[in-house]
């Protein structure tokens, strides 16, 4: 099984971003706890960090017929970009989206987001931690679709 794990703009500055906010956890932790949480469950990851909209969407597009779900922190696209959601409806794949702050206890702009109507579910709020559970989630799932096709 193969999950692709998508972090939007800004993430590459974790750990130096408004660490109240986003916690002082790097990128690369992230990245590490979430290849040890994939060892344990048995799934291969493909990892990309883009600042750029029309590269995220290239590298979803890409994932169709290969991979088997994608978790994504859309970052600021979250509230804005139509042609992201449109591009993971796209590849029809199982989507877990992830915010390491709780968006909904935050400004109104955050309280949208394009992605979550076509998530399977989303966490948010749970830190960096939060990867770790939409990733077992998204892997559950996507093992469940499998074993009834
Ligand atoms: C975020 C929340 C977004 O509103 C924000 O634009 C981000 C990070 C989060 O992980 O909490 O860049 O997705």
Redesign the pocket.
Known sequence: MRILVIH????NLLGRREPD??GKQTLADIDADLAAAAAELDVSLDVFQSNHEGELIDRIQQAMGVADGILI????Y??SSVALRDALAATALPIVE????N?FA?EPF?HHSYVSPIALGVV?GLGARGYRYGLDALVRHARGAQSRA
Not at 73 to 76: A, D, E, L, R, S
């Open positions: 939007g703009p800004n993430l906010v986003y922190n859309p970052g600021g979250t509230h992830v915010h390491l702050s968006v935050r955050r948010s």
